[in-house]
């Protein structure tokens, strides 16, 4: 597996991230180590969770237990050290985490004091904003996005203030790199340069959805990510499993997340399945497994990425595994350029 640094940190990762969300609920605590095993075998040393989690749905008596399952896998496995453990604290729709009021500088010491005992750990390699306090246009908010109501100077005092909680972490030997999840261009570069203005902890990453059916990360993101040295570390590469094909021709696997959520979180669309329906033809025509192209395809990327996939059971894990070594042709990624342009952004 191919190790990339996380910005410009000393922390090297894998190309690719085992996610939690489900670890704790929908994957049991026994198999959630039993998967982090099986990355770190595989040459897999990222792994990724968040207060909040886990997710499908959030509840307020499931909150943490994600966080809990890997830190039960810490304390049984004596494998700490092979491991980049990355972590979130919840922006303002964090729902159940201190009754929604987000991150700010009085409450980031005790977020990640909380996080470190669910985590059984003494450091995060990686502490990560969940949300910007400001709002986001991600999850399909791109549609209507309205920053007209921000307030510029009240946004920049935030982030002095916040880089000033995360630099008394670092500091304290808590944290080891700052980054971001569900941010612009605008603000990740905002918080680079912020951080050089009042001495804080640089963004190493920015943790955004992409994937071939979500591609908003390929302009103003991709050109930042270059420029500024900010990892991505992409979740949802399967498109929330869509791009496995599972849920074709009217499908909805008992348990599965669309039978769970039947709108995926606004990605069911019209012009969705069809979509999908063209990388999958794209895949069968090249003798390659979807799941393994669409893995695949994140590593072709002109930027440096990391993609965090789930697995809720272990023997969906097996499979992903099986294409960790695969390396797309020219061709193919021609051919993947040419679909994206006949169904730009499908949801």
């Known amino acids: 597996m191919k190790q990339i640094p996380l910005g410009r940190s000393d922390i090297m990762v ?25 990355c770190l075998d ?30 039960a896998w810490v304390a ?40 470190l005992r669910r985590l059984n750990t003494d450091v995060i390699d990686l502490y990560q904003l969940h949300w910007p306090d400001r709002g986001s246009y991600m999850f399909r908010q791109n549609w209507s996005y309205d920053p007209s109501g921000q307030d510029r100077a009240a946004t920049l005092d935030h982030m002095d203030a916040v880089l000033g909680a995360m630099q008394a972490q670092v500091d304290a030997g808590k944290v080891r790199a700052f980054g971001l ?19 804080g902890p640089r963004v190493v990453s920015v943790q955004n959805e992409y994937s071939l059916l979500c591609r908003l990360y390929d302009t103003d993101m991709a050109e930042m990510a270059v420029n500024e040295d900010v990892t991505l570390l992409a979740f949802s590469p ?9 849920y074709q021709n009217g499908a909805i696997p008992k348990g599965s997340r669309m039978d769970l959520a039947p709108q995926m979180g606004g990605r069911k669309t019209p012009r969705l399945f069809a979509a999908v329906q063209a990388y999958l033809d794209l895949a069968a025509a090249h003798g390659l497994d979807p799941v393994h192209m669409a893995m695949a395809w994140q590593a072709t990327r002109p ?18 595994l099986k294409g960790r070594d695969l390396v797309l042709d020219d061709a193919v990624v021609a051919e993947i350029d040419e679909i994206h342009r006949a169904h730009p952004m499908p949801y």
Not at 303 to 320: D, R
């Open 76 to 115: 049984a496995s004596g494998r700490r050290d092979e491991v980049m453990i990355a972590t979130k604290i919840s922006g303002p729709n964090g729902g159940f985490m201190r009754g929604g009021e987000g991150y700010h500088a009085g409450n980031i010491a005790q977020a990640v004091e909380d996080s």
């Open 181 to 199: 999840s569900n941010e612009s261009a605008w603000g990740t570069t905002r918080w680079a340069d912020r951080a050089a203005a009042v001495g």
């Open 42 to 71: 595989a040459g897999i040393n990222c792994l990724d969770t968040a207060e909040m989690y886990p997710v499908n749905p959030v509840a307020a008596e499931t909150v943490g237990q994600s966080e809990e399952a890997v830190g």
């Open 14 to 38: 894998s190309d690719w991230c085992l996610g939690t969300m489900t670890f704790g609920t929908h994957t049991s605590v026994a198999d959630s180590g039993r998967q982090i095993d099986m």
């Open 303 to 320: 930027f440096p990425v990391s993609a965090i996939f789930g697995a809720t059971t272990v023997a969906q894990l097996e499979h992903l």
């Open 238 to 246: 399967l498109a929330a499993g869509l791009l496995t094909g599972k």
